[in-house]
């Protein structure tokens, strides 16, 4: 199934949940927030599964100002 992640388009295997789209992008599990549809989601709800044509957007916390 095709999403679109940070503006590119991936294909995911159909069942593919948050969590396991955060791991293949490569991103620390630590410092992030992830959005499907403009909505977060949050940590404890990364079991669910990315449905298709999803717009995901993750962010990456940065310090400074």
């Known amino acids: 199934m095709t999403v679109t992640v940070n503006g590119s ?3 995911l ?3 593919c949940t948050v969590a396991q789209l ?8 630590r410092g992030i927030a992830v959005a ?3 909505t977060v989601v949050p940590r404890g ?3 669910a599964v990315v ?5 995901v957007e993750i962010v990456t916390a940065v310090q400074g100002g």
Not at 51 to 55: I, M, P, S, T, Y
Request: charged share 30%.
């Open 13 to 15: 295997a159909k069942g």
């Open 22 to 29: 955060v791991a293949a992008e490569g991103v620390p599990e």
């Open 45 to 47: 709800s990364w079991t």
């Open 51 to 55: 449905r298709e044509g999803a717009v």
């Open 9 to 11: 388009a991936r294909e």
């Open 36 to 38: 499907v549809d403009g």
